[in-house]
């Protein structure tokens, strides 16, 4: 697997995974939205058979935090470390750029996803009250990038 910088031409592969990966419902120029905020941190995954594997999109905000928008891996991927690694180059990619620290949201459902981030040194930080469009709650995660000694 490779990971690399997202290119429009990818659009298509990656609506598509959002479309089967998640409970809200994104427009596909959402996705050239954070492209144009910060290319660097729009990650794809490619299969060796050129086919898209999974997909990181993040912001960097003005207080020096990037905030993980959305990650989707294909289920059949799943459990084999391939999401540790999106993150982790996201994590450099980041830190490179300045940031101190990383937050995202999740669903307050998603149990299993809490877990993989807490391994991964996220902590969660706060409660989101009906944060998605249905209603369920969310909760914010943060992970330090840098740490001020």
């Known amino acids: 697997m490779m990971v690399r910088e997202f290119r429009p031409s990818d659009l298509e592969q990656v609506f598509g995974l959002a479309r089967a990966s998640f409970d809200e419902e994104y427009r596909p120029d959402a996705f050239l ?21 999974g997909f990181i999109f993040g912001i960097r ?20 470390g391939l999401g540790t690694m999106l993150i982790k180059d996201f994590e450099s ?8 620290r990383i937050a995202l949201e ?32 969310g909760l914010l995660m943060e992970k330090p990038l840098q740490w001020n000694i």
């Not at 990619?93 to 101190?100: K, L, M, P, V």
């Not at 809490?114 to 009250?129: C, P, S």
């Open 33 to 53: 939205y954070f492209h144009g905020q910060w290319p660097q941190g729009q990650l794809v995954m490619v299969t060796p058979d050129g086919g898209l594997g």
């Open 61 to 80: 905000t003005t207080d020096g935090q990037a905030r993980i928008m959305l990650v989707a891996l294909r289920a059949e991927l799943r459990g084999g």
């Open 106 to 137: 999740l669903r307050h459902s998603k149990r299993r996803l809490m877990h993989f981030y807490q391994r991964l040194g996220f902590i969660t930080v706060g409660m989101l009250q009906s944060y998605y469009s249905d209603g369920e709650d």
């Open 93 to 100: 990619r980041a830190q490179a750029s300045g940031c101190a």
